[in-house]
């Protein structure tokens, strides 16, 4: 029913095909726009709820910042304005007058915020600032794909400035172990953290680390990304402070973010030929109660069962949905939710009424194996339970998808195989020009030097040259 | 120490000195544009939590649109168009070249939003579409004031789609009903809810609803708006269903909206000489923890109880904040957290410790008569109980003063008087031609036909004519 092209046959097409029939979101009328539509809203939210209890409980405050930024801002850190002033969108009328000077709409937020941390700090006092934001940036990529590049996106955009350049290093670690944390244990996504190279570092960082995931075509995505800018940001916006002894230093600055480009590693890592599977802590609904009745005296004994099992769920906070629709036969709703990815679904019919008990599947294991009957005692806690078993076997699932995906050839001949299709983690001593020649050649790009690493020493791949660390190269979202 | 201008001499001045004393906003870069700190975005993420409860029990899910709209779109609704062109943000340039068709900077989604809604509905299933959308819009204002008037601002807008003109009715009433439950329990401030006047109505609507509030200075401001949109944009924008009957109809669509505006209510509605004055319900914190300690020994005693009690309180769900700034003395403190109206306030010395009491202020009432000393046991429900009684003293304390400058004149020369100073009741007949003319003689608008109507009829205080309504007249932000 759901009609989308096999994962296995393109996997492109399934993609693309499967963000707009499950309904999460739409094309805008602007070319590389995208509406999010309310049921991928709700997982944002869901998202956004569970990123910003961790920002708060790490004294992080939300503000917000205008989306207008004046040109001269983008020109005053160097290879800032070099990375980003290809995508710009550039607000040159107002109030029916052309502007003295043309307004930039935010592609990220490092300068206005550059401009209001120099007026907000004078002294050791006023430091660490720990502000996020939650809004949307624009970047005006030419290839889009929804959600995972589109010329707006929504993301939130951490900015801190600090008095010393360890507190800047101990909260650009701590925010990227943050984004970890959500990716495992929230979204079942297992992610390798670990530090960008040169070429892929943020335009003004000094360091840029990253979480990394594999998507369920064996291509890498990023997923989560947090900056070290030094003083760069802090020398070009004058972000000064006077010290304990009376003089003037310049801050520490960092920014991290994270955006609706989640969604897209949530669908490529779980989701299967019969659409999404959602990860029961993020999903809007954890669970859909089927109600099966052909007529209205099966109807009237079904009904009020369902919504009782409804309310008893929804009780201990369970997130339930009852689809009562009349018109829709109960084999057409199984596939529906099984699309949309509901992580488990409760069927009740006359006979389940008589015997006290609900037909309960899981999204996650298709077919009568994944599919048991239960009884409505203590239903509430059963579906916990499930949900639970859910969560944790979608991210056994995944890392063991990972790992078997994840090489370490032993030479560039076996690299070029096997970056074709997965992971390659290889000992790393080369420069720029030569992480390019390989990109050119494989289409591969150093995903990460991993916070994990073997210690001692290798033989680069590709160089030859004695390395001191592994890298982990993929093929890219 | 607050350094503010009493707000009796200039009211204006007071209210722009205390939004940026008070911490809760800055001036961008760019002219007219509003930088929303730390404690004013709490402020607003606490009015968004409120609001957003009572959309989600009304069955409004959130959703995100595009904030970029083809110029095109903003001409196909006449009226539309004509209210929001001089106003308009355009971009004209995009990845470095210009644009076949420039964008706007959506004023409101109402356009976009008909767009949307004409692809997804088909059938009367389809039916209601209940989206609301939390995001920021800009319209390029000439006077400019924090949080009241900015070229950009923040608010949500919603906007649903119904079968029946009784539907859309029933929405557009039930939103602004929303507005004013929030007003009058979370804010504190009471409103008069009633229909706009067809010269202040929104551009594209058959009738819009607001409610109304009287400021510090006794002039009106517009707190929420819900405007019934008749099937205006439905047949601009081509929305269209199936009827049970087969047959192709129209779409009847609302939309409404709150902004940061509303802060600008609560901080003329409330505030003093001394600064703001917050209602317990959306304040960022409900109380504050002052320790007060001498030396070294005296602070080894207080700060654990001071701990303690802040663990206490925010364990039943307070929102308690410890300020345990040492480079700053007590009465210092006091001052501040004054001026940023922190609804209670509690000092602990040695002396309350010995004691096992604390000394517990409240900001509504400053001076002796609202300080009490409290024992430590309970101190929970002591405080809760206290924030309970401010909420609704304050918003006593709010409609005294609103009934206290509402007028019921008995001529026009009489009106042309209290207008200057309150608000004016009066029986209306009058058409566009006349309210114009008042506006001129009085600076005074009808700020809505209230919905409590005495009922009967009266003469029109402007042409001497019957009436069937009073209409309610202020000067108005």
């Given at each position: 029913?759901?009609?989308?092209?096999?994962?296995?046959?393109?996997?492109?097409?399934?993609?693309?095909?499967?963000?707009?029939?499950?309904?999460?979101?739409?094309?805008?009328?602007?070319?590389?726009?995208?509406?999010?539509?309310?049921?991928?809203?709700?997982?944002?939210?869901?998202?956004?709820?569970?990123?910003?209890?961790?920002?708060?409980?790490?004294?992080?405050?939300?503000?917000?910042?205008?989306?207008?930024?004046?040109e001269?801002?983008?020109?005053r850190?160097?290879?800032?304005?070099?990375?980003?002033?290809?995508?710009l969108?550039?607000?040159?009328?107002?109030?029916?007058?052309?502007?003295?000077?043309?307004?930039?709409?935010?592609?990220?937020?490092?300068?206005?915020?550059?401009?209001?941390?120099?007026?907000?700090?004078?002294?050791?006092?006023?430091?660490?600032?720990?502000?996020?934001?939650?809004?949307?940036?624009?970047?005006?990529?030419?290839?889009?794909?929804?959600?995972l590049?589109?010329?707006?996106?929504?993301?939130?955009?951490?900015?801190?400035?600090?008095?010393?350049?360890?507190?800047?290093?101990f909260?650009?670690?701590?925010?990227?172990?943050?984004?970890?944390?959500?990716?495992?244990?929230?979204?079942?996504?297992?992610?390798?953290?670990?530090?960008?190279?040169?070429?892929?570092?943020?335009a003004?960082?000094?360091?840029?680390?990253?979480?990394?995931?594999?998507?369920?075509?064996?291509?890498?995505?990023?997923a989560?990304?947090?900056?070290n800018?030094?003083?760069?940001?802090?020398?070009?916006?004058?972000?000064?402070?006077?010290?304990?002894?009376?003089?003037?230093?310049?801050?520490?600055?960092?920014?991290?973010?994270?955006?609706?480009?989640?969604?897209?590693?949530?669908?490529?890592?779980?989701?299967?030929?019969?659409?999404?599977?959602?990860?029961?802590?993020?999903?809007?609904?954890?669970?859909?109660?089927?109600?099966?009745?052909?007529?209205d005296?099966?109807?009237?004994?079904?009904?009020?069962?369902?919504?009782?099992l409804?309310?008893?769920?929804?009780?201990?906070?369970?997130?339930?949905?009852?689809?009562?629709?009349?018109?829709?036969?109960?084999?057409?709703?199984?596939?529906?939710?099984?699309l949309?990815?509901?992580?488990?679904?409760?069927?009740?019919?006359?006979?389940?009424?008589?015997?006290?008990?609900?037909?309960?599947?899981?999204?996650?294991?298709?077919?009568?194996?994944?599919?048991?009957?239960?009884?409505?005692?203590?239903?509430?806690?059963?579906v916990?339970?499930?949900?639970?078993?859910?969560?944790?076997?979608?991210?056994?699932?995944?890392?063991?998808?990972?790992?078997?995906?994840?090489?370490?050839?032993?030479?560039?001949?076996?690299?070029?195989?096997?970056?074709?299709?997965?992971?390659?983690?290889?000992?790393?001593?080369?420069?720029?020009?030569?992480?390019?020649?390989?990109?050119?050649?494989?289409?591969?790009?150093?995903r990460?030097?991993?916070?994990?690493?073997?210690?001692?020493?290798?033989?680069?791949?590709?160089?030859?040259r004695?390395?001191?660390?592994?890298?982990?190269?993929?093929?890219?979202?």
């Open positions: 029913m759901a009609n989308l092209t096999p994962r296995a046959e393109d996997f492109n097409d399934w993609y693309n095909t499967l963000v707009v029939k499950a309904d999460l979101a739409d094309y805008g009328p602007v070319r590389g726009t995208m509406i999010v539509k309310p049921y991928g809203w709700t997982l944002w939210e869901n998202i956004q709820s569970a990123l910003d209890r961790r920002f708060k409980a790490t004294g992080h405050l939300n503000a917000g910042f205008p989306m207008f930024i004046p001269s801002f983008m020109k850190e160097a290879k800032h304005v070099e990375g980003f002033s290809p995508e969108a550039v607000v040159t009328h107002a109030g029916g007058e052309e502007l003295d000077e043309p307004l930039i709409v935010r592609p990220t937020s490092e300068t206005i915020i550059g401009y209001a941390y120099s007026k907000w700090v004078q002294s050791y006092r006023d430091l660490p600032i720990l502000i996020n934001l939650w809004n949307s940036v624009v970047r005006w990529e030419l290839r889009t794909k929804l959600f590049r589109t010329t707006e996106f929504y993301w939130q955009e951490g900015h801190t400035a600090h008095a010393t350049a360890e507190e800047a290093d909260e650009t670690k701590q925010m990227l172990d943050i984004y970890a944390d959500l990716a495992t244990n929230d979204a079942a996504i297992p992610v390798i953290p670990g530090e960008k190279s040169e070429l892929e570092r943020f003004g960082a000094n360091q840029t680390y990253s979480i990394e995931a594999m998507m369920g075509d064996r291509r890498a995505l990023q989560g990304t947090s900056h800018l030094g003083q760069n940001f802090a020398k070009a916006f004058d972000i000064k402070y006077l010290d304990r002894n009376n003089e003037q230093q310049y801050c520490w600055t960092t920014s991290w973010g994270l955006s609706t480009r989640f969604i897209g590693a949530i669908i490529m890592v779980h989701g299967d030929d019969q659409g999404l599977v959602l990860p029961p802590r993020l999903a809007p609904h954890q669970t859909v109660i089927v109600p099966i009745f052909k007529d005296e099966e109807k009237s004994t079904v009904m009020p069962v369902a919504r009782r409804g309310k008893e769920l929804s009780g201990v906070g369970i997130r339930v949905k009852i689809d009562g629709r009349e018109h829709l036969r109960p084999g057409f709703k199984f596939n529906d939710w099984e949309r990815g509901v992580p488990s679904r409760i069927e009740v019919g006359p006979r389940d009424v008589a015997k006290n008990s609900v037909a309960l599947a899981r999204r996650d294991m298709p077919g009568r194996e994944g599919k048991q009957f239960v009884s409505q005692d203590g239903l509430p806690t059963t916990s339970q499930l949900l639970e078993e859910i969560q944790s076997a979608m991210l056994e699932k995944a890392g063991r998808f990972q790992e078997g995906h994840t090489h370490e050839p032993s030479d560039y001949e076996e690299f070029k195989d096997v970056v074709k299709n997965g992971f390659a983690r290889v000992w790393w001593d080369g420069d720029n020009e030569d992480e390019l020649r390989v990109k050119e050649q494989t289409k591969a790009t150093i990460c030097f991993p916070n994990e690493q073997p210690g001692g020493v290798g033989q680069c791949i590709f160089t030859g004695e390395a001191k660390r592994m890298a982990l190269f993929s093929r890219a979202y």
